[in-house]
């Protein structure tokens, strides 16, 4: 069978799952995201075995650490993905939620009501536990899913994909509910870009080259999850030692995330109290500082930034740091240089934080919080499937009630136009 047979087969039975699929109860299917957290934890040797396999080919590759971080699975990250499938499990079900009702003159009754999109594609890169997350979140949620991860973490994804398999046939699920295509072969995504016939939705979950080319090729709507140039902004009215343990975290918590601070703003009445000790714990910790010429001056061990550093996502030690004059100077920079992720003012000025929530476009805006808490785990959704940076139909993080849409139900009693 070609790639291209394979694939149609595999978005036909998606397709077929996701249509005879539609009556299951949310009882049942929080059941069954129970089994499979429980699954995960049961055979999470199988899982690490199979990690080490993709870990031991990525250093050979002499990929970044950055990278190697994002693969990595052991018991806490695989405790996280069961976690997260057990938070799923709990949350509500949103397919059939009635968003509102109300009765025209006529007597007619209209309700708006969540209903699944379909059949969704996720397109994913280096991170194994996106596979379970999406499982999850797209089986409670009532889509059919087909996963594509990255060929870096392919034996990972097929062991996790097993597991949840297993028990998806456990309770005779439609084998089309959950997919994976298991194949490093690249020419896959883009014969799946082409299947709009099957597929309702892609959503990739990578780097920009990732999102670019789905985007680029598609057939099929998508929701994307481009670059995440994260900010920390610290005000003039800012206090000192919470705005220097926010911005360590935001930075050196785990920079190869999508949330990671990739430049700090600080205003420049407070820069010479604030950047000299900051600077210097972050250099101790590996922090490569890009900095402005107002920052060089305070602190010498800096690389002169150019223009190109600001619009940079580094998912690394690397940071770019700029004095600013103000308020608006921040909100500007933020808005020009930023991807509209995630970005943070560190104030204790209640007019100034208000402000920046308001002015500052982005889909999650925070006060005196570190920007590494934009995930759907954090959130309290269970997990996400991704952080949209688009504003329709979904922006930031992306869980249940983002991967469902509506339908108008009308009740009548013979009614007709006139």
């Not at 939705?201 to 709507?221: A, D, F, H, M, N």
């Not at 010479?272 to 101790?284: A, I, N, V």
Request: include cysteine; hydrophobic fraction near 40%; charge should be positive.
């Amino acid at each position: 069978m070609s790639l291209k047979s394979e694939l149609i087969t595999i978005a036909s039975q998606a397709q077929e799952a996701f249509r005879v699929s539609q009556d299951l109860s949310p009882d049942v299917k929080n059941r069954i995201l129970t089994e499979m957290s429980v699954a995960l934890i049961q055979q999470k040797s199988l899982i690490i075995k199979a990690n080490a396999v993709d870990l031991k080919k990525a250093r050979s590759m002499s990929l970044s650490p950055a990278f190697v971080d994002r693969l990595t699975l052991n018991d806490n990250r695989i405790g996280e993905m069961a976690e997260s499938l057990s938070q799923i499990a709990q949350l509500p079900d949103p397919v059939g939620e009635v968003i509102s009702g109300w009765r025209r003159p006529n007597g007619l009754w209209i309700e708006k009501v969540r209903v699944p999109i379909g059949v969704i594609a996720i397109i994913y890169e280096s991170r194994p536990n996106v596979t379970s997350d999406c499982a999850g979140l797209c089986f409670k949620s009532g889509n059919s899913v087909i996963l594509r991860g990255g060929k870096e973490s392919l034996n990972s994804n097929i062991a996790i994909y097993e597991i949840l398999k297993a028990v998806l046939k456990k309770f005779k699920i439609h084998p089309g509910m959950v997919n994976l295509i298991a194949t490093d072969d690249h020419k896959a995504v883009n014969e799946l870009l082409q299947l709009n016939d099957y597929i309702d939705l892609v959503i990739p979950r990578g780097g920009e080259g990732l999102i670019r080319k789905v985007t680029e090729s598609s057939r099929i709507p998508v929701i994307k999850h481009y670059k995440g140039i994260c900010h920390v902004y610290v005000d003039k009215d800012a206090r000192i030692p919470m705005a220097e343990e926010v911005c360590f975290n935001a930075k050196v918590q785990r920079p190869g995330t999508c949330n990671a601070m990739e430049c700090m703003l600080v205003h420049k009445n407070i820069a010479k109290k604030f950047l000299p000790h900051m600077l210097e714990r972050f250099r101790k910790a590996g922090v490569q500082i890009r900095g402005s010429s107002d920052v060089k001056k305070i602190f010498k061990d800096v690389i002169l930034a150019e223009e190109k550093d600001y619009y940079t996502e580094y998912l690394d030690l690397i940071l770019s740091v700029k004095v600013v004059d103000d308020l608006e100077s921040a909100i500007n920079h933020i808005n020009s240089y930023g991807t509209h992720h995630s970005d943070s003012i560190i104030t204790e000025h209640h007019e100034t934080a208000l402000r920046f929530l308001r002015f500052v476009d982005s889909a999650c805006v925070y006060v005196n919080a570190s920007t590494r808490f934009t995930d759907g785990y954090q959130f309290g959704l269970g997990a996400e499937i991704g952080i949209s940076t688009d504003k329709l139909h979904a922006r930031g993080p992306m869980a249940l009630q983002e991967l469902t849409t509506y339908k108008y139900i009308v009740f009548g009693n013979g009614q007709i136009r006139t």
